[in-house]
């Protein structure tokens, strides 16, 4: 590529076991005093311990981030902000919980200190999906980009395998996307690889050894790489479908990411083989069938049956996903996307 335009997010990153620990200063340094700590209601406790070492700098908790960011619970966070006078917030835990901070800050601009636990790479981009009567928007805004990112891999030896294993192929799809994207430059391409490289080395250790504090800090690693170009430059298919299989479907995010990236990188490398050239020596020389055999030796979901998708509804599926044009490295049409949906809901492995 001999033409290239580089925009790269701000981001202060703060990577290694226990530098949580450090949560305090985090928030001094963006001048605050007053933090209120968001998580869901499943990582209350740990909220609540990291409320506890803040002492003094927090206002307190609210433990209702849930899936999809609906701005009902925004409206709700809101209320508590205002309540508490809090000046900032700390964000502990997935994507669900750090689109809570996001929705936020997008709203009241206040700055975000975001502690992620799993691999989704939403703490590095500048974009926030929320629902509003069912309906997932996405919007991209400057003040979305949360200001301190603390990554400890300490925090993420909890985290399931098998939510391990999709959170990782959900990290590995912004990767797989940020190679052909119409945008892509050196930077984000050299992230994109070193992430994929990453995930393809720590998750296979992480199924047999989950405390595994390496393969733990190399997964973070990796997230953050992923997630940051997922930030930087512009998806294509593989999002959109998911984007649609999660919207309009109620399929869960993860999940459904990991199903279908084996599919959409082999429809694409029809037309991006050379920028997925590299990918595809990761994972045995060819992009869609290796990734497939990956995702298996990992115990990964393989079929989009399994999440109680019924046949009828892929046509539906590939009606959403084409209805609206977007740039793909191979023209869509929606016969051949029913193929591809076809193929991913029986989980047979792509060529
Ligand atoms: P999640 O945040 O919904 O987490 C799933 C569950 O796992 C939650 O109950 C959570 O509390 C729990 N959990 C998280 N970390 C844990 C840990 N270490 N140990 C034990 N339990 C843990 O799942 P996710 O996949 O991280 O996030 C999905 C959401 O993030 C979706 O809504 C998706 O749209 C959004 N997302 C947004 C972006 C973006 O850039 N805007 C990027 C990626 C994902």
């Known amino acids: 590529m001999t033409r290239f335009t580089y925009t790269g997010n701000p981001a202060r990153i703060l990577f290694g076991a226990g530098r949580s620990a450090e949560v305090g200063s985090a928030v001094e340094t963006l001048g605050c005093r007053r933090a209120l700590v968001l998580a869901t209601q499943h990582q209350k406790a740990d909220a609540e311990a990291l409320s506890e070492r803040l002492g003094a700098l927090s206002v307190g908790v609210y433990a209702g981030a849930v899936m999809h960011t609906p701005v009902e619970v925004t409206e709700t966070a809101l209320k ?63 003040r ?27 990290a590995m799809a912004h990767a797989v996307e940020g190679l052909y994207a119409q945008d892509r430059n050196p930077i984000s391409t050299l992230m994109a690889l070193d992430g994929l490289r990453a995930f393809a080395t720590s998750l296979p250790v992480l199924v047999r050894s989950p405390q595994d504090t390496e393969a733990r800090a190399e997964a973070l690693y990796g997230a953050w790489l992923c997630g940051t170009v997922l930030g930087t430059v512009g998806m294509a298919l593989h999002h959109k479908i998911c984007h649609t299989l999660g919207g309009s479907f109620d399929a869960p995010h993860a999940e459904t990411h990991a199903v279908m990236l084996p599919h959409t990188a082999a429809f694409n490398a029809e037309a991006a083989q050379a920028e997925l050239a590299a990918a595809a020596e990761l994972f045995g ?63 047979v492995r792509p060529d």
């Not at 300490?154 to 959900?170: F, I």
């Not at 892929?314 to 016969?335: F, K, M, V």
Request: aromatic share 6%; glycine share 12%.
């Open 80 to 142: 508590i902000v205002a309540e508490t006078g809090a000046d900032c917030v700390v964000s502990l835990g997935g994507g669900s919980t750090t689109g809570l901070g996001k929705a936020i800050a997008y709203r009241i601009d206040l700055p975000q200190v975001v502690i992620p636990t799993t691999y989704a790479g939403s703490e590095v981009t500048p974009i926030l999906g929320q629902t509003e009567g069912g309906r997932k928007t996405t919007v991209r805004h400057a």
């Open 285 to 347: 020389g060819s992009i869609g069938g290796g990734l497939w055999d990956f995702a298996k030796s990992i115990g990964a979901p393989l079929s989009l049956k399994e999440f109680g998708l019924v046949e009828a509804d892929l046509d539906r599926a590939a009606d959403i996903a084409t209805e609206n044009p977007y740039w793909n490295p191979r023209p869509i049409d929606r016969a051949s996307i029913r193929t591809l949906l076809q193929k991913a809901w029986e989980g």
């Open 144 to 170: 979305i980009l949360p200001e301190v990112v603390i990554y400890d891999p300490d925090l993420t030896l909890g985290l399931p395998v098998p939510m391990s294993v999709t959170s990782g192929l959900n």
